[in-house]
C-alpha cells in the first residue's frame, strides 16, 4: 500500500509501501509472504515544479534527486515464495511501469523494477527469498499531490 501525505502546497510527505501479487505456471500453489513490503519512505518535495526520484535497490541502497527532503528511510521490499516445486530453477519478471495515484491529484511513476535473484531456485522445500527495488518520481510542471493514501499493486510473474 502505498500512503502520500502533503504538509502544504509546496511540502509533500510519502510513505509508499507497495503490496505484490504472483502469477505463475500451473505447476504448484506459489504464494508471497511479504516479509518487508517496498517503501519508499517519507519525504518532502523541495518544489512541485521539479520531477522527485527516489530510487532503492535490492540491496537497500538508496538514492534521490536534490528535489527530495528525505525524511524517513525508504526500504527496499523482502518476500519469501512458497509452494513451488522443490528445487525447480525459476525466473521472475515484472512490468515496465506502475502508475499511483490518490484520486485527482497527481499521479507517481513507479518503474525500474529489480528483482534479486532475477534466476534463482526454490530450496528443498520449495522455498526462496527475493528483493525488489524500483524507482519513484513525479511529474513535476507544479502537479499538486494530496494528502493520503497511494494504493499500489505489482503483479510480478514467476515461471519455473
Given at each position: 500500500?502505498m500512503?502520500?501525505?502533503?504538509i502544504?502546497?509546496?511540502?509533500?510527505?510519502?510513505?509508499?509501501?507497495?503490496?505484490?501479487?504472483?502469477?505463475?505456471?500451473?505447476?504448484?500453489q506459489?504464494?508471497?509472504?511479504?516479509?518487508?513490503?517496498l517503501?519508499?519512505?517519507?519525504?518532502s518535495?523541495?518544489?512541485?515544479?521539479?520531477?522527485?526520484?527516489?530510487?532503492?535497490?535490492?540491496?537497500?541502497?538508496?538514492?534521490?534527486?536534490?528535489?527530495?527532503?528525505?525524511?524517513?528511510?525508504?526500504?527496499?521490499?523482502?518476500y519469501?515464495?512458497?509452494g513451488?516445486?522443490?528445487?525447480?530453477?525459476?525466473?521472475?519478471?515484472?512490468?515496465?511501469?506502475?502508475?499511483?495515484?490518490?484520486?485527482?491529484?497527481?499521479?507517481?511513476?513507479i518503474?525500474?523494477?529489480t528483482?534479486?535473484?532475477?534466476?534463482?531456485s526454490?530450496?528443498?522445500f520449495?522455498?526462496?527469498?527475493i528483493?525488489v527495488?524500483?524507482?519513484?518520481?513525479?511529474?513535476?510542471?507544479?502537479?499538486?499531490?494530496?494528502?493520503g493514501?497511494?494504493?499500489?499493486?505489482?503483479?510480478?510473474t514467476?515461471?519455473?
Amino acid at each position: 500500500m502505498m500512503r502520500l501525505f502533503l504538509i502544504s502546497k509546496v511540502l509533500a510527505v510519502l510513505i509508499i509501501l507497495y503490496g505484490l501479487i504472483l502469477t505463475g505456471e500451473a505447476h504448484a500453489q506459489l504464494s508471497a509472504v511479504e516479509d518487508s513490503a517496498l517503501s519508499f519512505g517519507t519525504f518532502s518535495f523541495v518544489s512541485m515544479y521539479d520531477p522527485v526520484v527516489i530510487t532503492v535497490d535490492t540491496a537497500n541502497n538508496v538514492s534521490s534527486n536534490s528535489n527530495v527532503v528525505v525524511l524517513s528511510a525508504p526500504q527496499r521490499g523482502e518476500y519469501t515464495l512458497t509452494g513451488g516445486t522443490p528445487n525447480a530453477a525459476f525466473s521472475i519478471t515484472t512490468p515496465p511501469s506502475v502508475t499511483i495515484s490518490n484520486g485527482p491529484s497527481g499521479e507517481f511513476t513507479i518503474d525500474d523494477f529489480t528483482i534479486s535473484p532475477s534466476t534463482s531456485s526454490f530450496d528443498g522445500f520449495g522455498e526462496a527469498r527475493i528483493t525488489v527495488g524500483a524507482r519513484l518520481q513525479s511529474s513535476g510542471g507544479g502537479t499538486q499531490y494530496a494528502n493520503g493514501t497511494y494504493p499500489g499493486t505489482l503483479t510480478i510473474t514467476v515461471s519455473y
